[in-house]
């Protein structure tokens, strides 16, 4: 997508709500694509834009080659919405019956049968949905963005209201799509699961992308470390040597540049009394990273 | 499978497991299975001789039994007329609101059908709950009184068929409402509107020297034109239903006038529709 | 076609379809205001102008038998003298055509149309030989089964030279009787005999015109408007006297009316019935009331799903024949049961009338244009 604007304008109101500001994203073809952001940065906008739920003011939005106004394109994506409301009184199903219907696709029962099984409902296939708990639900909404094998899945949070078991199954059937050479964009507030499942991130704020690459560079944390000395270290003797005193007792940082200076630094440390017991780079998980980006811009609080 | 009979279905599906909905199949079967068990008629060469309800003989004259069966046959048109728009207007206010409600629209809107189809396939299905409705009372009307009085007339299924095209006018005003402001109440609120308006235009001959010649008459003159005539179509349901003349010049072009009116107020919910984010 | 486009397209497509809903229904429903459905006022009781028409009539004070004065003295009310005058008792026959409000009904205007089809000349020698307009002076007519009664205002008329050779004597209070003169007659076998030519005639008070079989049944009738009668009920009770014709039939006549094929129903009458009370409205369209009463209330009801069996198959008949003025008459017919009595009610739409009297009016106009000419 391109110079992708969305202008939320309400009557009588000559300003306009600016949901994104100029968004260019490109993502490649069979990647596992995690969307992060805080509230508000603009990502179930995004997400809809990619569909065409919601229509981009300006900019253009290409997805699998087309227009997401088209629905032929549309047939190749499976979409879970973020909070999917499902009809009460239908059994899963007669639900997934109609979605292959709507989807263009001809009657597979025993298709459907296998995507419930797959997703963990084969027991309670027969039951009404309106009992389901929210867990159930969300399979239930997993289950349907697979009909008709989509080339690109995008689910808004699949795990929420799954149990920490479900979580695992889920996260086992998106690897399974992802490595069938499904295009999969995730938008979760676990980032946990992001890391976990996706190989690329884009990172949201304020209506614009603030970061995009792939996992690994995004978290790799550069020259500093964090450094764990048995108790009884002199804070003071060892920030003559450039170790930072961390939020916790015995935790310092430290810059170094590569193994040799990490090397000498905490030789200088031991010489001066410090006994090495935890040595980790510093800023490797997601959650630091997105701190890291999105803090100086004064986001306050990570969620999706 | 065309997307617009496919919503269709889930609309149909979705109407089939509402309780009041089911109710309302129910009580029109308790109402007919009543009057059929309770209604006792006595035909004399053609004329209605006598009636008993609940055993109780009723004083009505002697007379021909079409004649004789013209009121009830007209009631039952109005009944079904009136009674019917109305029950549709609360049975069917939140149908679009509800597939058109977060979570539910966004799915929808991401399946590959067109905007459109999803509004018109709403459309059918409610029109099919309808005219489904419909027929299923007015086919027991008429073989309860074709049975016990030997008259057979189509006439209250046809007056119950034209009922469905004043209803579809208005249903598709409730519709459009929908597209603009998701809200059951509202959608109801504008169908009793157009229903109301519906009334007056039928009237409109009637009503207009009633304004002050000028501006507002022709304001009045001006509005009324356009809205659905949907006192008048009652009027010519209760011939037909009774088998007397009609009052129209021609009933064809009226109920096709009350319909395209319809797809008029369902395309500027395509407009609408077409043009809204989720 | 991108999102823009195809939202234009459909306001486009809107608009169009207003206007065209707009102009089908506009052609369909018409601009005309629905015409009013004919409805058919039948005379089922006394309305207030029939009322006071009643109370108008009661002009006439019957004289008292004067006694001892051992009665308590009431004073005598008036009467309507040509109700007293009807033949009284059960199984009478009298009926009362309201002549002077049939003039001023449309019908009475199609009637008359009929009646001047020459222009009016056979009228107006009537008028110069009689000295009574019949269109202005003549308020009601009854036929009875003794004869006929008109009443209205003869004082102009000329008795004496319509009556010729009849010879005429006082009667009573305010009567003159006129008696025609006799003939003789030989019959075939020689014998000869005396009959009446004309009929015996009354005027009473130059209000009342009575025409009888002969001068005793004259002389009865004055004698009942006088107070010297049968002390029995007025064949037509004051309550009775609505519509433009009212009237009592005795089953009898009634039966004999009736067409020979209705023979089987004729004689059902006879037997359930005991009288037939009828009225007819002629306001705007022709409806008629007859109620018919019985001593059987089971045979009384029988009669009327008989009566209403027969109108209604009538009806089929004229239906499936295409006879679609009669179809639309028997449209109002229906039987009213209501214990030992039943009111069968029967109407002509006035536009029925209308259409079959219209050679009526074409002709008169054709005359009347005609004579001025001339």
Not at chain 2, 211 to 223: L, P, Q, T, W
Not at chain 3, 227 to 249: A, F, K, N
Request: glycine content about 10%; hydrophobic content about 45%.
């Amino acid at each position: 997508m391109r110079g992708l604007r969305k202008t939320y304008r309400r009557l009588f109101r000559k300003v306009g709500n600016e949901a994104l500001r100029g968004m260019d994203l490109s993502v490649p073809e069979g990647s596992a694509f995690g969307l992060i952001g805080p509230n508000g940065a603009g990502k179930t906008t995004f997400i809809k834009s990619i569909l065409g739920i919601v229509q981009p003011t300006e900019g253009t939005v290409r997805v699998l080659g087309g227009s997401p106004e088209d629905p032929r394109i549309r047939a190749r994506i499976g979409y879970l919405p973020e909070r999917l409301h499902l009809p009460g009184s239908w059994t899963a199903t007669a639900f997934l019956a109609t979605v292959t219907r709507l989807k263009g696709l001809k009657a597979d029962a025993p298709g459907n049968r296998r995507l419930l099984e797959r997703v963990g409902l084969a027991d309670a296939a027969g039951r009404k949905i309106g009992g389901y708990s929210k867990g159930m639900r969300q399979r239930l909404g997993l289950a349907a963005a697979l009909v008709g094998s989509p080339s690109l899945l995008v689910l808004d949070e699949p795990t929420d209201g799954i149990d920490p078991m479900g979580r695992l199954e889920v996260r086992r059937i998106l690897l399974e799509e992802v490595q069938r050479g499904t295009t999969l964009f995730l938008n979760s507030h676990l980032l946990a699961e992001t890391e976990r499942v996706c190989d690329r991130v884009a990172i949201l704020a304020d209506g614009r992308v603030l970061r995009e690459g792939r996992l690994e560079d995004l978290a790799r944390g550069g020259a500093r470390w964090m450094v764990r000395f048995a108790p009884g270290a002199d804070a003071e003797a060892l920030a003559e040597e450039g170790f930072a005193r961390g939020s916790a007792d015995g935790v310092y940082r430290v810059e170094a540049e590569d193994a040799a200076a990490l090397n000498a630094a905490l030789d200088r440390a031991r010489s001066k009394g410090a006994l090495l017991v935890e040595l980790r780079r510093d800023g490797t998980d997601l959650e630091s990273v997105l701190l890291g980006t999105v803090a100086p811009a004064g986001a306050a609080g990570v969620a999706a | 499978m065309n997307p617009v009979l496919g919503i269709a279905g889930y609309v149909l599906r979705e109407a089939m497991s509402r309780k009041f909905i089911l109710a309302f199949v129910v009580g029109i079967t308790l109402v007919l299975s009543v009057v059929a068990l309770s209604l006792r008629i006595e035909v004399v060469d053609g004329a209605l001789a006598a009636s008993r309800l609940f055993g109780n003989e009723l004083r009505a004259s002697i007379r021909s039994v079409d004649v004789a069966l013209r009121p009830v046959y007209t009631a039952a048109a109005f009944i079904v007329f009136y009674g019917g728009i109305l029950f549709g207007i609360v049975a069917c206010s939140d149908f679009a609101p509800s597939l058109l409600s977060p979570g539910r629209i966004e799915h929808l809107l991401a399946l590959p059908i067109q905007r459109w189809h999803l509004l018109a396939g709403t459309f059918l299905g409610v029109m099919v709950l309808a005219v489904g409705g419909t027929l299923y009372g007015t086919t027991g009307l008429v073989l309860i009184f074709g049975v016990k009085a030997g008259y057979w007339t189509a006439g209250p299924l046809i007056a119950g068929l034209m009922a469905c095209v004043g209803f579809a006018a208005v249903y598709a005003v409730m519709l459009t409402t929908a597209t603009l402001v998701r809200s059951a109440a509202l959608c109801a609120a504008a169908g009793f509107v157009v229903m109301v308006s519906g009334i007056i235009a039928g009237f409109r001959q009637q009503i207009a020297p009633m304004f002050e010649d000028g501006f507002s008459r022709s304001a009045f003159e001006a509005v009324t034109l356009i809205l659905p005539r949907l006192s008048s179509l009652a009027q010519a349901a209760g011939n037909i239903a009774s088998s007397t003349p009609l009052e129209v010049n021609s009933l064809g072009m009226l109920l096709m006038g009350v319909l395209v009116f319809g797809f008029g107020a369902l395309a500027v919910g395509f407009w609408r529709f077409e043009g809204k984010d989720y | 076609m991108d999102n823009r486009r195809r939202r234009r397209v459909w306001l486009g497509v809107a608009g169009l379809l207003f206007v065209l809903a707009g102009v089908l229904m506009f052609t369909g429903q018409g601009d005309k205001l629905p015409e009013e459905e004919p409805q058919v006022e039948f005379p089922r009781r006394m309305r207030g102008q029939e009322r006071e028409r009643a109370e108008r009539r009661k002009t006439w004070v019957m004289p008292t038998v004067v006694d001892a004065g051992t009665a308590a003295a009431e004073r005598p009310r008036p009467q309507d003298p040509l109700l007293a005058a009807l033949p009284r008792g059960a199984g009478r026959t009298a009926v009362v055509i309201e002549a002077n409000a049939l003039r001023h009904s449309p019908i009475g205007e199609l009637l008359l149309d009929c009646m001047m089809r020459d222009g009016g000349k056979e009228l107006d020698e009537f008028r110069k030989k009689s000295g009574v307009d019949p269109l202005q002076d003549l308020d009601r007519l009854v036929i009875t089964d003794q004869g006929m009664m008109l009443s209205g205002n003869f004082a102009n008329a000329k008795f004496q030279e319509l009556m010729g050779d009849a010879v005429s004597m006082d009667y009573g209070q305010g009567a003159r009787v006129y008696e025609p003169g006799e003939t003789i007659v030989t019959g075939p076998d020689g014998n000869t005999s005396s009959v009446h030519r004309r009929p015996a005639v009354g005027i009473w008070n130059n209000q009342l015109f009575m025409v009888g079989q002969n001068p005793d049944d004259v002389k009865a009738a004055i004698d009942r408007v006088e107070g010297r009668g049968p002390d029995e009920p007025p064949t037509i009770p004051e309550g009775s006297t609505y519509g433009e014709m009212y009237g009592v039939l005795s089953v009898e006549h009634l039966a004999r009316l009736l067409p020979p094929d209705q023979a089987e129903l004729a004689q059902r009458l006879r037997d359930v019935a005991q009288n037939v009370e009828l009225h007819v409205d002629a306001t705007s369209d022709v409806a008629l009331v007859a109620e018919v009463r019985g001593k059987d209330k089971d045979q009384v009801t029988d009669l009327g799903k008989s009566l209403g069996a027969a109108l209604s198959l009538a009806r089929m008949r004229a239906q499936a024949e295409g006879e679609k003025e009669m179809a639309q008459l028997l449209d109002f017919a229906r039987v009213q049961p209501d214990g030992s009595s039943f009111k069968l009610e029967m109407a002509v739409p006035l536009s029925v009338i209308q259409e079959r009297l219209a050679f009526c009016k074409e002709e008169r106009q054709a005359a009347e244009a005609d004579a001025g000419v001339r």
